[in-house]
């Protein structure tokens, strides 16, 4: 899902000397690029496909567009807080305690709009700052004073659940108003097709023209082209995804403003991860932490940043999930909420080592967690099985991801 | 012939005050005394070559120099003034490129994207790939690098092509003072060639550059100067011309310095 052609393991990149030709292949690069590129995204959507196929064979309704509308709706909290979690785990770190982190930013929300009467917005406003707060202290004792994150993270994990309890206070489940436009845009507000086919159209064209831009700058630079079979494959198959999606989910509800908003947000960070200075010296760290140093990376500033952005993505993780579920309690990013979103970051790619992962991984990786569980749900199979088959895939997820880097050392 | 220049002597071919200097510059790890009270400078179109025993302290010198490590004691000037080198990137801001002995690169990242890390091109908050690309085949052509693509990770390089990209990586941006540890160590002939060759035009540039080596054949092809530190302290420069066996013999404590060789 590169954003434009310029960059990505062109492995068959042929240029030795000055002035020859550097040109690469067409499609079996693309192919090669899709599979072992450093984003390589295509083993996690075959995954994907495993997962919906079996499950579609096990109980056909699990395709029925109402319910994958209700699919993508399931995913988008616990998406959010996997998108700040691929960004921790980018940098070499780990935060344990993203599904408190999310918990109190819903009881803050919840206990600010209801009992203490704030405007909505400011609530919100005090919930993403508060996963702000957590982060910079997390990213100070974890790059000042060099603490295992795993264990600052662990007793911050410990720490947040007991302030979410006493946030939320005695009664233990606050609900929002359910008229509020927040609880309904969040529960029933939906694209309007057109809108949708609009914005369709849109990042396709998009797509393309930053494709054809930065081909042409690269023929101007005389450096190796993607040929234009590429860029119109590339183009080709977004423009199916992308339609694809839309059109089946708009014979249902259609697709949900906090699912576009999801999606935004992986494409923000998408993009920063890959055209900016911040996203490359994420990469470098967590990569090879004293090589970085040496080069002149802001090792510090870079790894606070990530937490930052972690915990305050959590944050907003718990504000949605509050919104979905028009209430917030003792439960909300309780139990399994960190290590789905865990799970989620590493079964889409992410490596827990740091340096090797993208953005997307949070998109398709939550989509893989959540059909799972919708599926087991459909079938009426209980928590218990949920959790054995979603461990099944993530452990499924590692050896693939591990049988991949190993041929990729060998190659 | 192999007359040692006394440390703090003027140096035969060095002209005009110092662009780096070190001063009683000590450096401890524990125990371990790595540098003790070492005097240096470094002069623009000057090759310094630095040798010495295993453990010596050569690199803990470089890594002085590059802002790696912080002197316990003494003081680094740069054109005079007293610095402080407290980070890679400051070192860099002065103007002092180095080339680390384990390289320093980073494995996921690609070619171009080690060449740049910590001094991006782009604009705005957005990088500049294209140009970044461009810049890099223009090093490596400079340095007849092969690599097979600027765009795979460099973990999968061989030892020699890291090293070509590391040392092309100190030279983007036109340092006035390159600090190379041992850049030939795994080099193949031809690269080996090619590096010596860019060592002099470097100072034909009227650069500076601080060569650290084991290799014979590098000091005579290309230095002006040579220290040498045994066990952390400086035992004398010598000139360019000194003969191997005499640089040996240094190294190894059979000359005392200033003792005017054999
Ligand atoms: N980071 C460190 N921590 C502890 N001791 C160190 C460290 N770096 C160097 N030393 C010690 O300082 C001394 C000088 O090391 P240095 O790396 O400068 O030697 P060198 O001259 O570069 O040797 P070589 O030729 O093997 O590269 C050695 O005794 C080494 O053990
Ligand atoms: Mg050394």
Redesign the interface.
């Known amino acids: 899902m590169n954003a434009d052609g ?6 068959t ?6 002035g020859q030709a ?1 040109t690469r292949v067409g499609l079996r690069a693309v192919l090669g690029q899709w599979f072992h590129g ?1 984003h390589g995204v295509a083993p996690i959507v075959v995954g994907l496909a495993f997962v919906w196929v079996v499950l579609a064979v096990i109980q056909p309704d699990f395709l029925s567009a109402e319910n994958l509308v209700n699919l993508t709706l399931q995913s988008v909290p616990v998406g959010v807080i996997a998108l700040g979690v691929v960004l921790v785990l980018l940098v070499g770190q780990i935060d344990l305690s993203v599904g408190s982190v999310s918990g109190l930013a819903a009881a803050i929300v919840a206990v600010g709009t209801v009992t203490a009467g704030w405007p909505f917005v400011l609530a919100v406003a005090v919930a993403l700052a508060c996963g702000m707060a957590v982060g910079l202290v997390y990213g100070i004792l974890s790059s000042r004073l060099g603490l295992p994150s795993f264990v600052i993270t662990l007793a911050g994990l410990l720490f947040l659940a007991g302030l979410q309890l006493r946030v939320l206070g005695p009664l233990g489940s606050i609900n929002l108003p359910f008229e509020s436009w927040f609880v309904r845009s969040i529960q029933q507000g939906f694209l309007d097709p057109a809108v949708a086919w609009a914005l369709v159209v849109l990042w396709v064209l998009a797509y393309l023209a930053m494709q054809v831009w ?1 081909r042409e ?2 023929r101007r ?3 190796a082209c993607a040929p234009w079979s590429q860029v119109v494959l590339r183009t080709g198959a977004l423009a199916a995804v992308l339609g694809a999606a839309v059109g089946y989910l708009s014979t249902a509800r259609g697709v949900g403003y906090s699912v576009v908003l999801f999606v935004v947000l992986v494409i923000v960070a998408d993009v920063a991860l890959r ?3 911040w996203g ?1 010296s994420v ?2 760290v ?3 932490r ?9 090792v510090h500033r870079t790894v606070v940043s990530s937490f930052v952005a972690c915990s305050t993505l959590a944050a907003l993780g718990g504000v949605l999930a509050a919104g979905r579920l028009g209430a917030a309690n003792q439960g909300t990013g309780g139990a399994d909420t960190y290590l789905t979103a865990i799970a989620a970051a590493v079964i889409g790619g992410t490596s827990l080592f740091g ?2 992962g993208s953005a997307w991984s949070a998109l398709l990786g939550v989509l893989v967690i959540q059909s799972v569980a919708n599926g087991l749900t459909l079938l009426d199979l209980d928590q218990a099985t949920r959790y054995m088959v979603t461990g099944a895939v993530l452990l499924g997820a590692i050896v693939v991801d591990m049988l991949v880097r190993r041929r990729r ?1 060998e ?1 | 012939m192999t007359e040692p220049i006394e440390p703090g002597a003027t140096p035969p071919r060095a002209s005009g005050a110092p662009v780096v200097s070190l001063r009683g510059v000590s450096k401890h790890f524990g125990g371990v005394r790595a540098l003790v009270d070492v005097d240096v400078d470094i002069h623009e179109h000057e090759v310094l070559a630095v040798v010495g025993d295993n453990g010596a302290g050569k690199s803990t010198l470089a890594g002085v120099l ?1 802002g ?1 490590h912080r002197p316990d004691a003494g003081q680094v000037l740069v054109d005079g003034s007293p610095v402080v080198l407290d ?3 400051a070192a ?1 801001a002065l103007g002092i490129a ?1 080339v ?1 002995q384990e ?7 690609d070619v171009v ?2 060449l740049f ?4 091109v ?1 604009s705005g ?3 500049d ?3 970044m ?2 810049r890099t ?1 223009q090093v490596l ?1 400079q340095l007849a690098a ?8 460099v ?2 390089l061989s030892g020699g092509q890291r090293q070509v990209i590391a040392v092309a ?1 100190a030279l983007l941006g036109s340092p006035r003072v390159v600090v190379l540890d041992e850049p030939t160590a795994s080099l193949g002939v031809r690269q080996t060639a090619e590096v010596l060759n860019l060592i002099t035009r470097l100072r034909g540039r009227g650069h500076a550059v601080v060569l650290v080596s084991h290799q014979a054949g590098d000091l005579q092809a290309v230095a002006d100067r040579i220290l040498v530190l045994r066990l952390g302290r400086v035992h004398g420069t010598y000139t360019g011309e000194t003969s191997y066996e005499d640089l040996l013999a240094a190294m190894t404590g059979a000359v005392l310095p200033g003792s005017g060789g054999r």
């Open positions: 310029t960059r990505g393991g062109g492995s990149l042929a240029a030795v000397d000055p550097r450093e930065g700058r690269r630079a005389d450096l055209r900016t200075r490359r990469r470098a967590g990569s090879d004293r090589a970085a140093l040496l080069s002149g990376v802001a340096g090797r050392q190659a | 590059a790696a980070s890679p990137a860099r180095t680390f390289l320093a690169l980073v494995d996921d990242l994207e080690n890390l910590g001094h991006e782009g908050v957005f990088l790939e294209v140009e690309e461009r085949w052509d092969s690599v097979p693509s600027v765009r795979e990770p973990r999968a990586r």
